[in-house]
């Protein structure tokens, strides 16, 4: 892996200028933070805006006559509840019911469109073009094209807004609109993984440079940052948004994972008959959040005990800032993830006392 | 980056400090710098004996958790505790407030085998 050549977003070099860390992630080279430090960013987010480079986030197109019914085909959402301008999240699975990855369908006037884990890219597009057949649909990887930036907080609405004549009143959570945003065609999504209100812009990547000086410009007096990977990271962990690789895996179904929101069991879709059965029969482990009663931070894989057996492992382990606690997620036997459970984490070698709590640890601000 | 020019130092980016007697400890502000925001320092009870070149604690940044290495051997005569609660001090002022150990040196021999502020900056440059 060490001398694969790493691929560059269009705003590298910006990020190098102003000091961004780069670090190799899922095969790019990204800001983890910028000089002021993730703690900051992460505040910065949560108290007025952030602006994110994610455009090693992979899209792809599904266009034809039969893209609803493919999209249903694929993923435990219901395509046909979506209507025009609808964004919806949800999971793509093997048979088995484990996960090939998280999405984001978007469904547009003409086509659809969806968002996919920069790490999942060749995965998930050999995955969606394998199951096709019989329907009239076309998956094209658009990611390389396409830039996509996410600009969240609850100042990101009143920033936007100054760049474009879309009006925002009409653009609720979880739908998108087509529109200039500084002057460059855009699809304007009001969704996010921060537990914020945002948008995610996705438009011709060759205005990179362009759409992040303007919104950093006429964001900075209202507190807008940029934001790298460190701070992203600990803002999807406290609302529990999932991570691909931490969370959700092929080791796991939906059911364990705690994502029956984001699955409709009473269509068929790929997947669905051994969820059903998980969720039937019961999980014999079970995703929880903690948080630390002795101090320390918990990393992931970490070992998890019950009565000093280990019993499971984190899987995501951080200082949550907004929340002020060192906490994480854990995967353990469904028998002690209940609410309240006294666990212990080994932290080199020792065991530091720690208990389950009710997730999230932070509630989206636009709920 | 800078380099507390009283200090001496390890390697390893720990700092020593004459106090009197006492050898203060603490991270340099190189180190602080590359492990980005810290969020929790273990250290070790007052009593406790180090021993030169041996692990006294841990510092866990965002990022990870990194060792720390004891720059002279002796006994632990004070904690930085106000540590515990905010560790941040670290990252603001780490050759200062961020202090973490006060140790009564059993061989002050160890002091001339540091890294002066010169070698340790040219070190680093």
């Known amino acids: 892996m060490s001398d694969e050549t790493l691929k560059r977003t269009n705003l590298y070099e910006w990020h190098v200028a102003h000091g961004g860390r780069m670090v190799p992630f899922a095969g790019w080279e990204m800001p983890v933070q910028y000089p002021t430090g993730p703690t900051e960013e992460h505040h910065a987010t949560r108290n007025a805006a952030g602006l994110f480079d994610i455009d090693h986030m992979a899209q792809f197109s599904v266009s034809g006559a039969d893209a609803e019914a493919y999209l249903n085909h694929v993923s435990t959402w219901d395509t046909t509840l979506m209507q025009v301008n609808d964004a919806h999240y949800a999971l793509l699975c093997y048979d088995d019911g484990t996960i090939v990855d998280d999405i984001y369908l978007y469904r547009l006037p003409n086509r659809w469109f969806v968002a996919l884990n920069a790490s999942n890219r060749e995965k998930d597009l050999k995955w969606m073009q394998s199951h096709t057949d019989g329907f009239d649909v076309t998956v094209t990887d658009v990611s390389d094209e396409t830039y996509m930036m996410a600009l969240q907080g609850p100042k990101a609405i009143e920033i936007l807004q100054k760049v474009t004549e879309v009006s925002m009143e009409g653009v609720p959570r979880f739908t998108v609109a087509e529109g200039e945003v500084a002057g460059i065609p855009t699809l304007i999504s009001r969704t996010g993984y921060t537990g914020e209100d945002g948008v995610e812009l996705f438009f011709d990547a060759s205005r990179a440079l362009e759409m992040w000086e303007t919104l950093l410009k006429v964001g900075e007096p209202l507190g807008l940052k940029p934001v790298g990977l460190a701070a992203r990271d600990s803002l999807r962990f406290e609302p529990s948004f999932p991570l691909y690789g931490h969370e959700i895996s092929a080791e796991v179904t939906p059911i364990e994972a705690r994502l029956g929101w984001a699955l409709k069991l009473n269509k068929p879709f790929i997947g669905r008959d051994a969820i059903l059965k998980v969720k039937l029969e019961g999980p014999k482990k079970l995703l929880v959040g903690f948080e630390m009663v002795d101090k320390g931070v918990p990393r992931e894989h970490y070992p998890v005990a019950v009565n000093g057996e280990i019993v499971g492992e984190v899987v995501t382990g951080i200082f949550a800032p907004t929340a002020g606690k060192f906490a994480g997620h854990a995967y353990v036997p469904a028998k002690f993830a209940k609410v309240g459970t006294k666990i212990q984490i080994e932290i080199r070698g020792k065991l530091k006392e720690a208990v389950i709590i009710r997730r999230p640890f932070y509630r989206p601000a636009y709920k | ?125």
């Not at chain 2, 700092?15 to 007697?21: N, V």
């Not at chain 2, 502000?29 to 406790?48: K, N, R, T, W």
């Not at chain 2, 866990?60 to 106000?82: F, H, I």
């Open chain 2, 1 to 125: 980056m800078n380099v507390d020019q009283n200090a001496k130092y390890m390697e390893s980016h720990e700092w020593a400090r004459k106090d009197g007697d006492l050898i203060v400890v603490g991270i340099s502000d190189h180190a602080q710098d590359s492990l980005s925001d810290i969020v929790y320092v273990e250290l070790p009870a007052v009593g406790d004996t180090v021993t030169k070149g041996d692990v006294f604690g841990v510092v866990e940044s965002v990022k990870a958790a990194s060792d720390l290495y004891a720059p002279m051997s002796g006994e632990v005569v004070e904690v930085n505790e106000s540590l515990e609660d905010t560790p941040e001090v670290i990252n603001s002022d780490p050759f200062g407030a961020g202090w973490m150990i006060k140790i009564a040196p059993s061989n002050p021999a160890e002091w001339d085998e540091l890294l002066t502020p010169d070698a340790y900056a040219a070190a680093n440059a």
